[in-house]
């Protein structure tokens, strides 16, 4: 298992002792008929990434991992969960539960870091990538979360493993989850964002070396005797970071967001998330030396979007733009088995032919 995970998901370090393998967008949007939606992209750039959903049901005995093995926190699953894993199915990197509490993890290397593990904690110990797994297996509110996680130590499976949480409840709040030192932060995202490193509270005041920025276009300026005029339309944003380093995501989805329309439905603000975060596929080519990347479509191996109001999942891959959606309303999670299946049934992008009437 640690040997799966260090090659498989942590290896990330070793492209040049950095985290561009490793990068997350996320966006929130409300529907004008009051429906929440939470949406992110998750990037893998070394290769195609093991990915899954996973249907667990009410009543599931889990079990954590530790550094030392399948010996952590034992715990009982109170609610039906759907999530989309990394690398091992036990790993849900988003997902919702059947209460509509959503949550997800975003990788924030060298910024946070965890309590020491020490094996005679086992029995309270939870590792970072299946707190998610936790945390909607146990709770139904934003509320609950803050007041059970003192009850565990989290740890890291390796060094390189650090994470930090997206939670949502479907009345439109979301928090952010860090730990720094060993101890847990909890920050209300009124901004409705996150990406990587550095932490949450820097990215927000990042935003204010963008205040010039703004929808629509520039005004015509005077200078000196010259009248300077924008080239073409969107002036008003000129100035706004296109890399894809974790900061300038955060100031582009902040403002996407905060200037797209409001939509009338769920399903509508579903598809204005995915078109929100088309923006941020990142090129495989940008991620490696030229003529080092891996064989596959993008860096961007999958987004998703979770209707929390509707309790509903959506996503799609870089292998199959096909949105496909997970109803949880459809699961009598009682009876459901606990199950998984690959995102993709095959990595091939279906094509519709179009015929042409003679």
Not at 293 to 301: G, H, R
Request: proline share 6%; with cysteine; net charge negative.
């Amino acid at each position: 298992m640690k040997r799966m995970i260090t090659n498989l998901l942590l290896g990330a370090a070793a492209c040049g002792g950095t985290f561009q393998a490793i990068a997350c967008t996320g966006i929130a949007l409300t529907a004008a008929d009051g429906a929440y939606v939470q949406a992110r992209t998750i990037e893998w750039a070394l290769g195609p990434l093991p990915s899954e959903y996973v249907i667990i049901p009410r009543g599931e005995r889990l079990r954590s991992f530790t550094p030392t093995g399948a010996n952590g926190l034992r715990f009982m699953t109170k609610y039906g969960v759907v999530g989309l894993t990394v690398v091992m199915r036990d790993f849900i990197a988003e997902g919702i539960n059947e209460a509509g509490l959503s949550a997800g993890l975003f990788f924030f290397p060298r910024y946070g870091g965890y309590e020491p593990y020490e094996p005679e904690q086992n029995d309270r110990t939870l590792a970072d990538l299946q707190v998610t797994a936790w945390i909607l297996s146990q709770c139904a509110t934003i509320d609950e979360v803050k007041a059970a996680i003192g009850s565990v130590r989290i740890v890291g499976l390796e060094r390189t493993s650090v994470v930090h949480w997206r939670i949502g409840e479907p009345s439109g709040r979301q928090v952010v989850l860090e730990i720094v030192d060993g101890v847990p932060h909890f920050y209300e995202n009124e901004a409705g964002v996150l990406t990587n490193a550095p932490g949450f509270e820097w990215q927000l005041t990042n935003l204010n070396n963008y205040v010039n920025l703004r929808p629509g276009d520039a005004p015509a300026q005077k200078l000196g005797g010259a009248t300077l005029l924008p080239f073409g339309g969107n002036s008003g944003f000129l100035g706004i970071p296109g890399d894809a380093t974790p900061p300038s995501r955060f100031v582009r989805a902040a403002f996407y967001r905060a200037t797209a329309p409001q939509r009338a439905t769920a399903f509508d603000t579903v598809q204005q998330c995915f078109h929100l975060l088309n923006n941020f596929d990142v090129p495989v080519g940008i991620e490696h030396p030229e003529g080092e990347a891996p064989d596959i479509p993008s860096a961007t191996q999958w987004t998703s979007a979770i209707d929390l109001t509707n309790r509903k999942v959506y996503y799609k891959t870089a292998y199959n733009n096909t949105i496909r959606c997970i109803d949880l309303a459809e699961i009598d999670f009682a009876k459901v088995k606990y199950q998984f299946r690959p995102l993709d049934k095959e990595r091939i992008q279906p094509v519709e032919k179009i015929v042409v009437v003679q």
